[in-house]
């Protein structure tokens, strides 16, 4: 059975735990790829990471777009939104249609 998993900074993810998202707190740039390709080995299937974390974290994220599973899907942290997520999903609606229709 695949799971769903978010890392990033403990304040920005540790709300995902009420609704049973498994929640992995880190620090470091280093100790987050890390826990990706774990995440990716243990079978989740959507990996939630904040953009803050993400922006430094670009090769790891980039190795991962071409599979279907895990999708890694970049969400804002508590600090607000850098746009990067919301610009990679433009992004693939317009590889996906052609055109960006948002």
């Known amino acids: 059975m695949h799971k ?8 920005s993810i540790l709300a995902f735990k009420a609704i049973g998202i498994d929640v992995f707190p880190v620090i470091e740039v280093e ?4 826990r990706i390709d774990r ?21 790891t994220i980039q ?7 895990p999708a890694i899907i970049l969400i804002p ?3 607000g939104s850098l746009n990067i997520g919301k610009k990679r999903i433009s992004d693939n609606v317009e590889k996906a249609v052609g055109v960006n229709i948002l």
């Not at 190795?63 to 599973?69: A, F, L």
């Open 39 to 59: 995440m990716a080995f243990e079978n989740y299937a959507v990996i939630f990471v904040t953009e803050q974390l993400a922006q430094h974290l670009e090769e």
């Open 63 to 69: 190795r991962y777009n071409t599979k279907m599973i």
């Open 31 to 34: 100790e987050a790829r890390k």
């Open 4 to 11: 769903v998993g978010v890392v990033g900074d403990k304040d």
């Open 77 to 79: 942290s508590n600090q």
